[in-house]
């Protein structure tokens, strides 16, 4: 059997109590198919780069599947049904992962960290790429603003063909 990962998107005004009834159900599709459902996550409420299907937010749930095609297909396509489900991508893998994804690895690292912003970095290393230190430049070289040393400008052609 073959090796998936799957991660589907469900509409922000559904609670979390919903979205783990939806992974039951599609757990239930893959079983019911002669497949396997190992690790789950829930990532949780997150924003969404742009709106789909009128949500700003949207709950992330990886699961990891072993199954054959036809099960994956049996869920894709109840998942697609469902207006419940936004988004959903599969991806077939050689080995799952093991632990915590990276998600959670983030997670996790800001929980550490305690919280989101970095404004009271104090010393816990670099500072932002923004506040880097670019060091001298050196002189500017050709297309410089002041003017420097361009060369002749060519005249512009006007809308008869010749020369202003």
Excluded at 26 to 40: D, F
Excluded at 76 to 96: C, I, P, Y
Excluded at 108 to 120: A, H, V
Excluded at 150 to 157: I, N, Q
């Amino acid at each position: 059997m073959a090796l998936y990962e799957h991660v589907f998107l469900a509409r922000q005004d559904l609670s979390q109590q919903q979205v783990d009834a939806l992974v039951e159900q599609y757990k239930g599709v893959i079983t019911a198919n002669g497949g396997s459902v190992g690790r789950i996550e829930n990532w949780g409420l997150k924003s969404l780069t742009y709106r789909v299907k009128k949500n700003r937010k949207a709950y992330y749930t990886l699961m990891d599947i072993t199954c054959p095609p036809a099960a994956l297909n049996e869920m894709e396509r109840q998942m697609g049904l469902s207006e419940d489900v936004l988004r959903f991508l599969t991806v077939k893998v050689e080995a799952h992962e093991e632990g915590a994804s990276a998600m959670m690895q983030k997670r996790e690292e800001r929980s550490e960290r305690g919280g989101f912003g970095d404004r009271d970095r104090g010393d816990r290393g670099p500072r932002s790429f923004g506040d880097r230190d670019r060091g001298d430049r050196g002189p500017r070289s050709f297309g410089d603003r002041d003017g420097g040393d361009r060369g002749p400008r060519r005249p512009r052609e006007s809308s008869e063909g010749g020369a202003e």
